[in-house]
T-cell receptor, first 113, second 111 residues
Framework: SQTIHQWPATLVQPVGSPLSLECTVEGTSNPNLYWYRQAAGRGLQLLFYSVGIGQISSEVPQNLSASRPQDRQFILSSKKLLLSDSGFYLC????????????FGPGTRLTVL | DAKTTQPTSMDCAEGRAANLPCNHSTISGNEYVYWYRQIHSQGPQYIIHGLKNNETNEMASLIITEDRKSSTLILPHATLRDTAVYYCIVRPIQGAQKLVFGQGTRLTINP
């Protein structure tokens, strides 16, 4: 069966520090991968999605970037965190067929101070 | 932008059926209706999806109107663990599989 992992589970970082969140998927190949963010009390916002290695689509302009160095690895990064980057970051994966459903990871709660 | 409209919040008594409405009046013929829920501090969980026929699984039932402009998610016997934010999403069959979430309905099950 497929599983999705995210780490760390929680993170507290100072403003201006770098960020690296990692997501890995097991039990499948060539998945579509997604990064979502949920600010406190807000809905989920799609940040990036990827249909293959090195293929990244950005949904909103922001202080973050994403990379997919391996088929089942998706990384969310920032060079300098802002206060507004605080939130709950969720990675998701889906198959590549039209009806494939996204499944979400456990999330990383990021607090920028 | 999300293409669905849901009530901001709802309450339901434990043991009763919870009926969550969703309006998707601009839905296209090639778009499915999906329901996810998010329990506090967890990732969204898939519940059910449908195109035009009513659907039922072990978690819930989905009733889609004949004109497909609205749907209702039914939790037949709500428990306290069903307290969550419920998202109704429309997505095309083909193309990118990304989900665009709206604000959802915050469902509170009361003892």
């Amino acid at each position: 069966s497929q599983t999705i992992h995210q780490w760390p589970a929680t993170l507290v970082q100072p403003v201006g520090s770098p960020l690296s969140l990692e997501c890995t998927v097991e039990g499948t190949s060539n998945p579509n991968l997604y990064w979502y963010r949920q600010a406190a009390g807000r809905g989920l916002q799609l940040l990036f999605y990827s249909v293959g290695i090195g293929q990244i689509s950005s949904e909103v302009p922001q202080n973050l970037s994403a990379s997919r160095p391996q088929d089942r690895q998706f990384i969310l990064s920032s060079k300098k965190l802002l206060l507004s980057d605080s939130g709950f970051y969720l990675c998701a994966w889906s198959g590549s067929s039209g009806l494939a459903l996204p499944f979400f990871g456990p999330g990383t709660r990021l607090t920028v101070l | 932008d999300a293409k669905t409209t849901q009530p901001t919040s709802m309450d339901c008594a434990e043991g009763r059926a919870a009926n969550l409405p969703c309006n998707h009046s601009t839905i296209s013929g090639n778009e499915y209706v999906y329901w996810y829920r998010q329990i506090h501090s967890q990732g969204p969980q898939y519940i059910i999806h449908g195109l035009k026929n009513n659907e039922t699984n072990e978690m819930a039932s989905l009733i889609i109107t004949e004109d497909r402009k609205s749907s209702t998610l039914i939790l037949p016997h709500a428990t306290l663990r069903d307290t969550a934010v419920y998202y109704c999403i429309v997505r095309p069959i083909q193309g990118a599989q990304k989900l665009v979430f709206g604000q959802g309905t915050r469902l509170t099950i009361n003892p």
